[in-house]
């Protein structure tokens, strides 16, 4: 099928629309092509018109978004030691009994964490020097601090120590009165 100029030219940018569309980036692999209609381009980072008589030179590019991060304290808890670590209706002859999404604690020992409720259950976080776990439970202690004590969020560390951090940033204050590392917690997903 032979197309006419102006028939390769609308599937060229009928093409570069499409894949400008679906990727939101991409730029055009002819530069120099002559629009002879008015072309409407909606990408992720906005709507562009190319009007006739244009040459489209490149098409924008999207950009990534910033990752999700949260100022946080890390914190942690072992519900093997009971009392706070374990709610009371929880505690069967003497042992922690508590599910978390559904499994045993045990479970998710090194790979969850207790987070705020801003940060929905399930969600997956990068934690300096303890890499990726996910968001497992809630705390009544696990919350966002006030401004005036750095904003930051909890988030406690479900496994059977405390957190350590070589030559990490520590916080005294009313609300870490023995210290908390803080460091910078990304959103993975």
């Known amino acids: 099928m032979k ?12 093409v570069l629309a499409l894949l400008v569309f679906t990727t939101g980036a991409v730029q055009a692999t002819t530069p120099g092509v002559l629009v002879e209609e008015r ?6 980072d906005g709507t562009y018109v190319v009007l006739p008589g244009s040459r489209v030179l490149m098409f924008p590019m999207a950009v990534e978004p910033e990752p999700i991060t949260y100022e946080a304290r ?5 519900p093997k030691l009971l009392g706070t670590n374990c709610h009371p209706a ?12 559904g499994l045993p604690w045990q479970a998710w020992i090194d790979k969850g964490v207790a987070c705020p409720p801003e940060i ?12 990726v776990r996910q ?3 809630r705390g009544g202690a696990i919350q966002r601090l006030p401004e005036a004590f750095g904003g930051h969020i909890f ?7 405390p957190p350590f951090i070589p ?4 916080v005294r204050d009313y609300f870490s009165p023995s210290g908390a590392y803080v460091v910078t917690v990304e959103v993975v997903e």
């Open 155 to 161: 988030i406690d560390l479900l496994q059977e120590s």
């Open 90 to 101: 929880n505690i069967v002859n003497g042992e922690c009994t508590t599910k978390l999404l």
């Open 3 to 14: 197309l006419s100029r102006r028939g390769r030219v609308r599937w060229i940018a009928a």
């Open 167 to 170: 030559n990490g940033t520590i």
């Open 135 to 137: 968001c497992v439970d």
């Open 39 to 44: 072309l409407v381009l909606h990408t992720i």
């Open 120 to 131: 929905p259950l399930k969600t997956r976080l990068r934690i300096p020097h303890y890499g």
């Open 74 to 78: 890390l914190s942690f808890y072992n």
